[in-house]
């Protein structure tokens, strides 16, 4: 396999939670700095996109943790653009531990957002070819969601240091509305096994979300976060009791 | 000077706000980070504590920022213990850029803390002597901040996500709570000078509390956090324009 970029990265304190553990969102944010990292060894970072009045955004993340790496363990972080098409492009994220065992993969997807119209463009070869993913007109449709039929929720509203360069509230801090509303109890007696997470729409500053989620089955739950009517994110997340 | 360390750090786009400038939260959890590896390096990190049934706790800040880091700027932070009394550990931080200039400096006050009582510890020669501080009876106090008049609050829920190893609140989410009632519109043309801040009480999961504030004149503004008829923690900020 080729184009297969790599990042040695030490745990810190602030990854993990209170159990000393990862945490989602802290795994996310550190894979999506490999591909930047990647992007800046190609020339292709936000220094080459902002003139283009260009941002990526990630549209789909399809997961699987088999282990939680805890604060102090040296982890190498691996992504791969695999493959692209006219509107998406497909990256592969997996950790290796110090061991050599693989204990996470993220499947993600990312689209190309003019940040003046907040539109998606097309996929050109000039931004994309440098990462060597293949050219395919396949198009990798997640799962599609049952409705939420009986769910309790939880207001967040957007925070000032939510936002990021794209000027909304950035794809990682989704892990954090999506997962505290189980409370403390449960997420300290259980762990995201699978996670599939869908974006729809991005969120604003200004404008508040409620977290909503329902077991669909013992531990497995899925969730939407809304805005006023409009649906922003959906997931399904399978739980390992611990 | 002795026994000062040192760590070469490069600005993640996940460090910086919207505008791609290193928030003060990140450049506390990285300094904080910086003296976890030098108590590692000297066999005094958490897991020497934690079997004492013991952590670290913050107390005070006192810190200057001359210019704020941008994303892909490499910076090295430094740390050094100076000087330590029966309860009270002062440790400073201070960061320098690529050309060498010191771009922030952070004065801060350490505490231990029993995990079980909650309560102040006696700080012992075997668990601070490593660091090589001066043992002194200096207190260094803070400055005493005069009482809100007309502020206004801003409420935050603790999330799961918000507690640390400490299993309370971290000490660097207490900034996004102190400058996120500002708003956007006043954070994007303005940067934290100075800043004083005193945390007075931890604050628990299943808390929420609120954040006040109000303009003392032109550019300084003061701040209180508060549980339920609980003073957690107060700040006084200078700012500057941009």
Not at 23 to 40: C, D, G, H, P, Y
Not at 58 to 84: G, N
Request: aromatic share 14%.
């Amino acid at each position: 396999m080729k184009n297969i970029f790599q990042m040695p990265y030490e745990i810190a304190y602030y990854d993990t939670d209170m159990t000393g553990k990862m945490t989602l969102e802290a795994m996310i944010r550190v894979a999506i700095l490999v591909s930047e990292k990647q992007s800046t060894a190609l020339f292709r970072d936000a220094r080459y996109l902002k003139p283009l009045n260009l941002g990526w955004v990630i549209t789909q993340y399809d997961l699987e943790v088999t282990r939680y790496p805890k604060t102090f363990e040296k982890l190498v972080f691996y992504t791969q653009a695999t493959s692209w098409n006219k509107f998406f492009c497909y990256r592969d994220f997996w950790l290796q531990d110090e061991a050599g065992t693989r204990i996470a993969t993220i499947h993600s997807t990312f689209v190309l957002m003019d940040l003046t119209s907040r539109k998606i463009k097309t996929v050109t070869e000039e931004i994309i070819a440098p990462f060597g993913g293949v050219k395919e007109n396949k198009i990798y449709r997640g799962e599609k969601l049952p409705p939420l039929m009986n769910a309790s929720g939880q207001d967040y509203r957007v925070r000032y240091f939510d936002l990021d360069g794209n000027q909304h509230v950035n794809n990682a801090k989704y892990f954090n509305w999506l997962l505290d509303p189980l409370e403390k109890d449960f997420l300290k007696g259980h762990e995201v096994k699978k996670a599939y997470v869908r974006f729809d729409k991005e969120v604003m500053y200004g404008e508040s979300i409620i977290s909503q989620h329902e077991f669909l089955e013992e531990n497995v739950t899925l969730h939407q976060i809304k805005t006023a009517g409009n649906l922003c994110a959906e997931a399904k997340i399978w739980w390992q009791e611990i």
